[in-house]
């Protein structure tokens, strides 16, 4: 058991993994900005982001979600780069037993296998940032700073949700196919 956890953590990053990581992360966040800019809810989620730093404007927020993308970008580098292996092995067997998964998948992998794999696993970690950092963790520090316009816990809703799988999904496919270059 303990050889199995040390395996799952025993990872090998370089200096390009980390470059490439912090490109797609930034790739991500401003996928994740154009989505919030865009809808009266994202507005008001830019804000939020932004209090956290007492600075609630749109400016604040986004850019602060930039600096939030990379430094989330590292954690997905160290549960991708121990984690993709057993997930690639995964994706076949589900495609090997049902043929509309190798109409769908199959081209795709074919064009970038990393950049297909990491991109569904960075939505995955993208839903899992949205709910815990900003639906739970952003209003949480709002709260223990003493914001006036503190949310109440939760305060997620489905367009900062969809920003926050867009970041992942974008972060991984970008740092698949830089990784595959």
């Known amino acids: 058991m ?3 956890i040390r395996s799952l953590f025993s990872f090998d990053i370089g200096i390009d993994e980390i470059e490439g990581i912090i490109g797609a992360s930034l790739f991500g966040a401003l996928q994740a900005n154009l989505i919030l800019h865009f809808h009266p809810d994202g507005l008001e989620a830019v804000k939020m982001l932004g209090a956290t730093v007492r600075e609630p404007t749109l400016t604040g927020g986004a850019l602060l979600l930039f600096v939030c993308g990379v430094l989330l970008g590292l954690p997905f580098l160290a549960f991708a780069s121990g984690s993709v292996n057993s997930f690639v092995t995964t994706i076949i067997a589900l495609s090997s037993k049902s043929t509309l998964l190798q109409k769908l998948l199959v ?3 074919n064009i970038s296998a990393l950049g297909v794999t990491l991109f569904a696993l960075g939505q995955v970690y993208g ?16 709260s223990l700073i003493g914001y006036s316009g503190a949310y109440a816990l939760p305060s997620l809703g489905l367009i900062p949700l969809f920003a926050w799988m867009t970041y992942g999904g974008m972060m991984g496919l ?7 270059r």
């Open 174 to 180: 970008v740092y698949g196919v830089i990784m595959e």
């Open 107 to 109: 081209p795709l992998l």
């Open 127 to 142: 839903l899992a940032v949205g709910v815990v950092f900003y639906g739970f963790g952003v209003p949480l520090w709002l």
């Open 2 to 4: 303990e050889r199995n």
